[in-house]
T-cell receptor
Framework: DTAVSQTPKYLVTQMGNDKSIKCEQN?????MYWYKQDSKKFLKIMFS???????INETVPNRFSPKSPDKAHLNLHINSLELGDSAVYFC?????????????????FGPGTRLTVL | SQKIEQNSEALNIQEGKTATLTCNYT??????LQWYRQDPGRGPVFLLLIRENEKEKRKERLKVTFDTTLKQSLFHITASQPADSATYLCALDGTGTGRRALTFGSGTRLQVQP
């Protein structure tokens, strides 16, 4: 019974290529996120969607484009991959809306996708 | 500028002892503070959270304190076991921006020796 799943688990590719990472949650949550965890283990928010609507878009290069076909899916497409994009990317979901301060924002994470750009 | 620090990058303790991990922050006003566990090659897993108006929260062998004056949270694991070995992340929730994204510390890697 996987709650938040991501594919692929590992992704090795050449600089300049375009790649996608898929995420699905079966928790019925309203909000989904993409985080990037670098080599120093910092988890940083990239994007957040609430019911297919983009809520958070941090200062991420335009080469990164999230797409949410429905509230259970949030995919991440990356164009023109660069060496610095190598990291682990985590998808997460939360039952809370991203706007407003009603209640805590406990998050459920996927297993991560380790992206290596050569 | 806003900053979160987990004071120890790594902490080694003997089985049975209490592990204490520290999370300090500056220039934030979180409504909640959360703690997560992350095992190698896996995503973070939520453990527990504490509200800004709570001083202490317990769950089984875990205890969290939250001092909004000191801007600090302490995370304790009592009667530690080798299975508790993992990286523990603190996260600030409700930073007042209205965007509700979590802001994570870099984590403390705990190693419990048998």
């Amino acid at each position: 019974d996987t709650a938040v799943s991501q594919t692929p688990k590992y992704l090795v590719t050449q600089m300049g290529n375009d790649k996608s990472i898929k995420c699905e949650q079966n928790l019925g949550h309203d909000t989904m996120y993409w985080y990037k965890q670098d080599s120093k283990k910092f988890l940083k928010i990239m994007f957040s969607y609430n019911n297919k609507e983009l809520i958070i878009n941090e200062t991420v290069p335009n080469r990164f484009s999230p797409k949410s076909p429905d509230k259970a899916h949030l995919n991440l497409h990356i164009n023109s991959l660069e060496l610095g994009d190598s990291a682990v990317y985590f998808c997460a979901s939360s039952p809370r809306k991203t706007t407003g301060l009603a209640g805590p924002n406990e998050q459920f994470f996927g297993p991560g996708t380790r992206l290596t750009v050569l | 500028s806003q900053k979160i620090e987990q004071n120890s990058e790594a902490l080694n303790i003997q089985e049975g002892k209490t592990a204490t991990l520290t999370c300090n922050y500056t220039n934030y006003s979180p409504a909640y503070l959360q703690w997560y566990r992350q095992d190698p090659g896996r995503g973070p897993v939520f453990l527990l959270l504490i509200r800004e108006n709570e001083k202490e929260k317990r769950k089984e062998r875990l205890k969290v304190t939250f001092d909004t004056t000191l801007k600090q949270s302490l995370f304790h694991i009592t009667a530690s076991q080798p299975a508790d070995s993992a990286t523990y992340l603190c996260a600030l929730d409700g930073t007042g921006t209205g965007r509700r994204a979590l802001t994570f510390g870099s984590g403390t890697r705990l190693q419990v020796q048998p």
